[in-house]
């Protein structure tokens, strides 16, 4: 007869891509159940996990972080095996995986950026604010990069809270900045910086910026920083007013903005320009590299949805810099031999079932969750309920299940897989191992941990200890 999947003698076996937040909620959610077995191979691109927790979070915001204590508590069940350091797509395939997972979740974020989609974008100088962060905080991909900081004047294109975090680097001083595990090269660099001045560009008003209170207030906490917003761009239209009564985080916003206009800066410091109602309409260069954007005045339209949309009013304005990082939000690009949904940047899917783009069918046993099924939006925290959802809905489908075959259940297969492929996975021990050598040299200069940021220096380090 054949046994029950989801029982000790047949657990279910499932597969996760990704290692962040979204990642770690959906195998926090399946080891909950108490009535079900499960076991649970992770399979994470880069060596260390933890997604963006480690690779997005601002280094200043060093408390954030203290989350993963619960990702290292769910990596401690020994029905859970982590596999860093190999990349879905390439070193294995969905062939390679189907036929060895009851069930597959992919929870492996919004990997790129979106495009503002305006002449000379991609000019040198401009960049994605996912680059700037990834360098800063030390992701293997971008270790190499080298941003101009001789400029005087950075643009940062946007108002949520990543645009807020890349500003407020820029302009922190070195020395509050080496308290924390900023990479030890973007530090380097940002003591050489010669940046003294910050625009942040916002399409709308300041009644619908997307940052939030406590990024705000921070902003007029920096030692030697002046926030700057002019009172031209606190005049609110109506319907802006409307919203400060019913939205708090608005309301707070513009309260913090008003006692920043009232400031009188000091001209010994350092500048962050909070520039409302303008879109850029065209990045400026010469010899190939920026030197400065055109902006457009906008006005706010009300739609018949309620929304206030930002129309370009004709009027235009040149802001010289050399530098500007585009920060209009993350953007999935396609796993191989996973649907994806073109329009909204994500995997296919109808609340974390995965579903054929093209028909909308769903595709048996698939899953997703986190920024890779909803978009680019949320918090960490955020991660959790959507996981669990879709958790749900795994448990759900349980009944309908095309369990894998018998001779595919052995759990040495995988492993076998990679070692043939010659790849070097690493596992959750050698995490750490890697993990304690960066807080111990992270003691040595009283910081958090100094981060390892290339992969070949991880591995290294694991065959000496
Ligand atoms: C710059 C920035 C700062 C933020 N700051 C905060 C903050 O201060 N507080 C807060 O609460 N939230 C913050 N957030 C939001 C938070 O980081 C996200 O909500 C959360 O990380 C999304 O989780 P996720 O698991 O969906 O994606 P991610 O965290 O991006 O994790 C995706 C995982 O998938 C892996 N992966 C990707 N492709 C593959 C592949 N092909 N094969 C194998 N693995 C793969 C990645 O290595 C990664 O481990 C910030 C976000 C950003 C971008």
Same mark, same amino acid.
């Given at each position: 007869m054949e046994e029950k999947v989801g029982t000790e003698a047949r657990p279910l076996r499932v597969a996760i891509i990704g290692?962040?937040?979204?990642? /770690?909620?959906?195998?926090?959610?399946?080891f909950k159940q108490a009535e079900l077995v499960c076991k649970i191979d992770?399979?994470?691109?880069?060596?260390?996990?933890?997604?963006?927790?480690? *690779?997005?979070?601002?280094?200043?915001? *060093?408390?954030? @972080?203290?989350v993963t204590r619960i990702y290292d508590r769910i990596s401690a069940n020994p029905n859970f095996r982590y596999f860093g350091n190999v990349t879905f797509g390439t070193d294995v395939t969905h062939e390679d995986l189907r036929p060895l997972y009851d069930q597959i979740i992919y929870g492996v974020g919004a990997q790129s950026d979106r495009k503002m989609g305006i002449p000379g974008e991609d000019l040198e100088g401009s960049y994605p604010a996912t680059i700037f962060v990834g360098w800063y905080n030390g992701?293997?991909? /971008?270790?190499?990069? @080298?941003?101009?900081?001789?400029?005087?004047?950075?643009?940062?294109?946007?108002?949520?809270?990543? !645009?807020?975090?890349?500003?407020?680097?820029?302009?922190?001083?070195?020395?509050?900045?080496? @308290?924390?595990?900023?990479?030890?090269?973007?530090?380097? !660099?940002?003591?050489?910086? @010669?940046?003294? *001045?910050?625009?942040?560009?916002?399409?709308?008003?300041p009644a619908q910026a997307a940052f939030t209170n406590p990024e705000l207030k921070e902003f007029g906490e920096i030692e030697g920083v002046d926030p700057i917003v002019g009172p031209a761009d606190l005049e609110l239209d109506e319907s802006s007013l409307a919203t400060l009564e019913s939205d708090k985080t608005a309301r707070k916003n513009v309260e913090l903005l008003r006692a920043y206009a009232t400031r009188t800066a000091n001209p010994d410091h350092s500048r962050i320009v909070m520039r409302y109602l303008v879109s850029p309409v065209e990045v400026i260069g010469e010899d190939g590299k920026v030197t400065a954007v055109k902006i457009e005045k906008n006005r706010l339209e009300l739609?018949?949805?309620?929304?206030?949309?930002?129309?370009?009013?004709?009027?235009?304005?040149?802001?010289?810099?050399?530098?500007?990082?585009?920060?209009?939000?993350?953007?999935?690009?396609?796993?191989?031999?996973?649907?994806?949904?073109?329009?909204?940047?994500?995997? !296919?899917?109808?609340?974390?079932?995965?579903i054929h783009a093209s028909t909308g069918d769903l595709v048996p046993g698939e899953y997703v969750v986190g920024w890779a099924k909803r978009g680019p939006s949320g918090i960490i925290g955020t991660n959790k309920p959507d996981s669990v959802a879709t958790v749900a809905a795994m448990l759900e489908d349980l009944a309908g299940l095309s369990p894998i075959a018998d001779d595919k259940r052995d759990l040495s297969l995988v492993e076998n897989l990679l070692k043939e492929r010659n790849l070097k996975y690493i596992t959750y021990e050698d995490w750490l191992k890697l993990n304690k050598i960066e807080v111990s040299r992270g003691a040595e200069q009283g910081r958090s941990r100094v981060k390892f940021t290339r992969v070949s220096d991880m591995l290294e380090a694991l065959t000496q200890n």
């Open positions: 290692a962040g937040p979204a990642a /770690y909620y959906a195998a926090e959610a399946l992770m399979f994470n691109r880069l060596p260390t996990p933890f997604g963006l927790v480690r *690779e997005g979070v601002a280094p200043d915001h *060093e408390s954030i @972080k203290a992701r293997p991909d /971008y270790c190499d990069l @080298k941003f101009d900081l001789s400029q005087e004047r950075v643009i940062v294109v946007g108002n949520g809270n990543v !645009a807020m975090d890349v500003t407020r680097i820029l302009v922190t001083p070195p020395d509050e900045l080496a @308290k924390t595990d900023i990479a030890d090269h973007a530090l380097e !660099a940002l003591r050489q910086s @010669k940046v003294r *001045e910050v625009v942040m560009l916002g399409r709308r008003g739609q018949s949805n309620g929304s206030l949309r930002a129309v370009g009013t004709g009027e235009f304005e040149t802001l010289e810099a050399g530098l500007i990082f585009r920060s209009v939000g993350y953007r999935g690009v396609p796993l191989q031999g996973v649907p994806f949904d073109e329009s909204t940047g994500t995997i !296919a899917n109808v609340a974390g079932r995965i």
